[in-house]
């Protein structure tokens, strides 16, 4: 009961545990960062192998374990298969291996439990048959080389309401879909119970700024995605993914209190108005 403020980062699963806990305590003020499932949509405009190599390495940072990581893309239907075919070329040559290496560019999943989880997701993906598979959609043991590892996994026209789509996977795993409009693209993005990070990558300013407005997220990237993330700029998410933010000098405001005091002076007429 001594403790006031909790603050934790990790599965939206265990921050609903953490926040109904707080609230038959002693109502603990609770700051989370928790999962996401961040959508990126790429225009027809957009530098398309930048846009490849951005977020390929988003799917692919810390073997795929990131909050942040870009696990929903969303290209025009005009440039879809050009952006996949140069999106599938730097995911899958991805040199997988010891992280503690400077040439490793994908290590193992944290643990076992992790890595069985993921399975169960690429099990579902062959199962649901409701998209096409890229690349990869096996793990190490399946392939023959040990280890924790899974291979860097993308599926294309996979159906919005498939669990791949919907639940956060926590690994190298990425669906590819496409869309013909702004307005389409934009409420894909949005239909999901998270909201920590999205991007946009479009040479036009306009729609950059107004489909930045648009996202129901935390943290937003133009012509740049997860893990970009400045130290001195807040972090955070909305809806599911969290409550509160995080960075230099705004975090320090999650553990304060405000307070107000009025003091009335001897001889002075008081304005209850302007009081």
Do not use: W
Request: glycine fraction near 10%; charged fraction near 20%.
């Amino acid at each position: 009961m001594d403790i006031r403020v909790i603050n934790f980062t990790g599965s939206t699963l265990t921050g609903r545990a953490i926040q109904t806990a707080a609230s038959s305590s002693n109502l603990k003020k609770v700051i989370l960062e928790l999962g996401g499932k961040s959508p990126t949509l790429i225009f027809e405009d957009a530098d398309i192998a930048e846009a490849a190599a951005d977020t390929a390495n988003s799917v692919l940072f810390n073997s795929g374990q990131t909050c942040m990581a870009g696990t929903r893309v969303y290209v025009q239907e005009s440039v879809a298969e050009s952006f996949m075919s140069a999106f599938v070329k730097i995911f899958s040559a991805a040199r997988k291996g010891d992280p503690l290496l400077l040439d490793t560019e994908m290590g193992p999943q944290a643990d076992k439990k992790q890595f069985e989880q993921i399975k169960t997701y690429l099990a579902t993906a062959r199962s649901e048959a409701t998209g096409t598979l890229l690349t990869g959609g096996r793990a190490s043991n399946e392939a023959g080389d040990g280890g924790y590892f899974i291979e860097p996994t993308a599926y294309c026209h996979v159906a919005e309401n498939s669990k791949t789509q919907r639940e956060e996977i926590f690994g190298p795993f990425v669906n590819i879909n496409s869309f013909k409009k702004e307005s389409e693209a934009i409420q894909k993005a949005n239909a999901t119970e998270y909201g920590l990070y999205a991007s946009v990558y479009t040479k036009d300013l306009s729609r950059a700024l107004r489909v930045a407005k648009a996202f129901e997220s935390g943290f937003v990237g133009v012509n740049c995605t997860s893990p970009t993330s400045p130290q001195d700029m807040p972090f955070g998410g909305y809806k599911c993914s969290g409550q509160g933010r995080e960075g230099l000098g705004h975090s320090l405001s999650e553990y304060l209190e405000c307070k107000s005091v009025v003091v009335k002076l001897e001889g002075t007429a008081i304005d209850a108005h302007k009081a």
